[in-house]
């Protein structure tokens, strides 16, 4: 880990195209129409052009022969940390659709920063996390209990707070802060359970994605993930190839092995069998599957070993 610091330095991407304009935020147009301070429009206003085919109907890889395009306009909101969520929330209120075509009517975003923002934002490493990893990767003065990451955040640390503003996210999907699946599901007034739609990585690399564009962050300096995440920094690349100047995967691949998606299977499997399971809706019953999940935990602890 000691050499993550010069990978932000290597490998560098193709320049970036910037947009032409930049849209201005509701009070910029009309004081009265921005009750709320940090509700703004998504800053890339347009519509998909018709000859554009769906992005749901096209690879990603063949959805960048059709960039630039614009995304719809969407209302955002960014909320700030306080005692009962120690992050800030990114709440993107406008259907997203999924590429397994599913959608969420609307989704929210957990998010932690360290380090100060340029003036010019173009300091900004992304941090994408594994399977099962909150946002909170560092300590900090709103949340000082040590994060996942303590030893790799901070000054003269391979990701340094004093050159690098560095974000995390909890993935969409993830539960800590983020929608997933103990979320309220706004159409039936209950935690969505497994009525929770099907995500992939492209998903979760677009949802982050969103976040920045509110953000005002048009280019990352470096997009660093392990895991999950390192496949989310791949995925973010190709898909986002123009707004990412350095990307670190970690202990990951472009594509899962056939034997490693055999391993998940059979990893569910014991999941399920836990009769605390009910079919995904433990949460009517206050019970967790806890003796199929420790035992899926072995799965995957030994799993890991022997690929060592």
């Not at 340029?118 to 209990?145: F, M, Q």
């Amino acid at each position: 880990m000691a050499s993550l610091s010069p990978l932000l330095r290597a490998l560098p991407l193709r320049q970036p195209r910037l947009c032409a304009r930049r849209v201005r935020t509701l009070a910029s147009l009309n004081p009265q129409q921005n009750p709320h301070p940090y509700v703004q429009p998504h800053p890339h206003p347009n519509v998909l052009p018709h000859a554009v085919p769906s992005p749901l109907s096209i690879t990603p890889r063949a959805l960048q022969q059709h960039l630039p395009f614009r995304l719809p306009s969407v209302v955002t909101e960014i909320l700030e940390p306080d005692a009962k969520k120690p992050y800030h929330v990114f709440g993107h209120r406008r259907p997203f659709k999924l590429d397994l075509g599913g959608e969420l009517p609307e989704f929210e975003i957990a998010f932690e920063t360290w380090g100060e923002l340029s003036e010019k934002k173009d300091n900004v490493v992304l941090l994408t996390t594994g399977l099962s990893a909150a946002s909170h990767a560092k300590s900090n003065a709103t949340n000082p209990k040590a994060g996942w990451w303590e030893k790799f955040i901070g000054p003269g640390l391979p990701l340094d707070t004093t050159k690098f503003h560095v974000i995390c996210t909890n993935v969409l999907g993830g539960c800590f802060g983020s929608t997933g699946p103990s979320s309220i599901n706004p159409a039936t007034g209950r935690e969505y359970g497994p009525d929770f739609p099907m995500l992939t990585i492209w998903d979760i690399a677009r949802a982050q994605f969103r976040l920045l564009d509110v953000l005002g962050i048009d280019r990352l300096h470096a997009i660093v993930g392990s895991s999950m995440g390192g496949m989310v920094s791949l995925a973010a690349t190709a898909l986002y190839p123009d707004r990412v100047g350095r990307v670190s995967s970690i202990s990951a691949a472009a594509r899962s092995h056939p034997y490693s998606i055999a391993l998940r299977h059979a990893q569910r499997q014991v999941l399920m069998s836990d009769p605390n399971w009910n079919g995904g809706r433990y949460y009517d019953t206050g019970v967790l599957p806890a003796k199929g999940l420790n035992v899926r935990l072995d799965f995957v602890y030994n799993a890991k070993k022997s690929s060592l």
